[in-house]
């Protein structure tokens, strides 16, 4: 795999893991229940990040190697077409599966 796509998914996954971070309240708790809650609220924020950014990767990774080899499949027996598109669109599912648990930890 070429240097500057694992360079930009890396910052991708960075980018959500800031994102997470800084979204996260940072009120100041007066009582310790409400520090307990915070802290939740942040480890939330840093599993939403998680999900979606390492989903994320592993997506783009899955899409990339499927399409290479689903282009190079099609050029060769055109009726391929369909499962060459099969094939890539289960690598998608993988972000989309990790955008849908950052919303089951986010909401739950």
């Not at 708790?29 to 802290?39: K, R, V, W, Y």
């Not at 390492?54 to 899955?62: F, V």
């Not at 499927?66 to 369909?82: D, N, T, Y």
Request: net charge neutral.
């Amino acid at each position: 795999m070429n240097v500057k796509k694992i360079l930009f998914l890396g910052l991708i996954a960075v980018f959500a893991l800031v994102m997470a971070i800084e979204t996260a309240p940072t009120f100041a708790a007066e009582t310790q229940q409400a520090a307990q809650t915070m802290g939740v609220t942040n480890y939330k924020m840093l599993g939403a990040g998680l999900a979606v950014g390492l989903a994320g990767i592993g997506g783009g990774y899955a899409v990339g190697v499927a399409g290479a080899s689903a282009i190079s499949a099609v050029a060769e027996k055109p009726e391929m077409s369909g499962n060459a598109l099969l094939i890539v669109a289960l690598g998608e599912g993988i972000a989309i599966y990790g955008f849908v648990i950052s919303l089951l930890i986010l909401f739950t």
